[in-house]
């Protein structure tokens, strides 16, 4: 089990814990947390009606009134949060990165000898107020990689 010692790490990694209770509570079994290569690391790996989903969760700490959404449900039509110069947890997501989950999820799909079974990769987006001890989820689906 890793060691998280710094606040983003932490924030991170309670961030794939909502995550994970988001995705159990919407019908998803989750298979692996972490698969990490050499190369990279997918976050979680989920199973739902026999297809695969990789998941990269990007968390943030902030108030959630400057969140649009509810708490811990998909939102499909957000917009910018009130203030324009708060970054946006998907704004993390540069080619490179991409380019990496790429590569460990066709290692991940070759090493469990997977064949046809249909996956797609989306992007969890967890805003955690953590004074009022709330969190609020968003998806990005069918991520083009």
């Known amino acids: 089990m890793k060691k998280f010692t710094s606040n983003s790490q932490k924030?991170?990694?309670?961030?794939e814990d909502i995550a994970c209770t988001f995705l159990m509570k919407h019908g998803f079994t989750v298979l692996e947390r972490n698969y990490t290569k050499k190369w990279g690391e997918i976050d979680i790996i989920a199973l739902k009606e026999e297809k695969l989903y990789f998941i990269e969760v990007k968390s943030v700490s902030r108030p959630?009134?400057?969140?649009s959404g509810q708490a811990c449900s998909t939102d499909s039509n957000v917009t910018r949060e009130t203030n324009p110069f708060e970054?946006?947890?998907?704004?993390?997501?540069h080619p490179w990165?991409?380019?990496?989950?790429?590569?460990?999820i066709q290692t991940y799909l070759i090493h469990k000898r997977i064949g046809n079974t249909p996956w797609q990769?989306?992007?969890l987006l967890v805003?955690?107020?953590?004074?009022?001890?709330?969190a609020r989820v968003r998806t990005i689906e069918n991520v083009i990689l």
């Open 11 to 15: 924030i991170g990694q309670l961030g």
């Open 127 to 134: 805003y955690i107020d953590m004074k009022n001890r709330t």
């Open 87 to 93: 970054r946006r947890p998907e704004e993390n997501m």
């Open 64 to 67: 959630l009134e400057n969140v």
């Open 97 to 104: 990165k991409m380019k990496r989950l790429s590569r460990t």
């Open 121 to 123: 990769f989306d992007l």
